[in-house]
């Protein structure tokens, strides 16, 4: 069931933000090794957690939320774009432990009815190219985004 955001639910999805990203954390540090990983990330542990925190204090009204028997099993944040017509899908998760699929396309689907409703044309969605990134863009290829964009960020030490 998706439903709006309460402030009750904000440390529930906070933690879940949290956990969701390590596998993708621990690959930027891999990547980025340790002094730039630190630099960009100074908190692993809490990073997800506080941009998701910062949403909600912001546009709550702006967070679904999914919820199974009683559960939140996942959420998703987004922005509306009124002057280009653009829904953008912000941080969103499924909690990793949940053992349920297709909580994700449930949330896609209720967010682009919402765009929708909201006078959106589009719904962007923007996700990493990397392996830790793939069970990503799998869920978002099957809610059926279609039009890809790559792009490549580098860094160089000084």
Known sequence: ??????????????????????????????????????????????????QVKYHAEHTPERI?????????????TFHLDREKGIGTIGNNAVDPVCGLKGIGQQMYKAVSERFRQEGMRFAKVTTGLDEAH?????????????????????????
């Open 1 to 50: 069931m998706i439903r709006p955001f309460r402030p009750a639910d904000l440390p529930v999805i906070m933690d879940i933000g949290n956990r969701a990203w390590k596998p993708i954390y621990d690959m930027y540090q891999r990547l980025r090794g340790e002094d730039l990983f630190t630099l960009i990330t100074p908190d692993r542990e809490t990073a997800k957690g506080n």
């Open 64 to 76: 679904l939320i999914c919820e199974e028997a009683g559960r939140i099993v996942g959420f998703l």
């Open 134 to 158: 793939a069970p990503a863009r799998r869920a978002y290829e099957r809610a059926g985004f279609n039009v890809r964009q790559e792009d490549v960020t580098y860094y160089m030490k000084l």
